[in-house]
């Protein structure tokens, strides 16, 4: 079994920074990528941004520029700083991850959310 714990969301003013965090525990062999979506009331859950086990990246263009996305392999964690915080990132963030547990199963896990607000 595993589990994705995210931290780090928070109410801050429009251009502030937050930094989220998501650790994934259980009986894990191999992360094959993370990430994080976000969802707003009334939308589509997309995309923010993902890193794979290679360390490549990839950004919504909404946030390419503003959102870093890195890992901690030896903790199970992955980050998101965001900079330059708009209205608009106003969302539930989720934390995603594939990977293989240790009955060698590859399958997607989700965290429960953390709530983002930018006031303007």
């Known amino acids: 079994q595993v589990q994705l714990v995210e931290s780090g969301g928070g109410l801050v003013q429009a251009g502030g920074s937050l930094r989220l965090s998501c650790v994934a525990s259980g009986r894990i062999y191999s992360t094959n990528a993370m990430g994080w979506y976000r969802q707003d009331p009334g939308k589509q859950r997309e995309l923010a941004a993902t890193?794979?086990?290679?360390?490549?990246?990839n950004y919504a263009d909404s946030v390419k520029g503003r959102f870093t996305i890195s890992r901690d392999s030896a903790k199970n964690t992955v980050y998101l700083q965001m900079n330059r915080l708009k209205p608009e990132d106003t969302a539930v963030y989720y934390c995603?991850?594939?990977?293989?547990?240790?009955?060698?199963?590859?399958?997607?896990?989700w965290g429960r959310g953390t709530q983002v607000t930018v006031s303007s």
């Open positions: 890193i794979t086990s290679g360390g490549s990246t």
């Open positions: 995603h991850a594939r990977l293989t547990d240790s009955d060698y199963v590859l399958r997607d896990y």
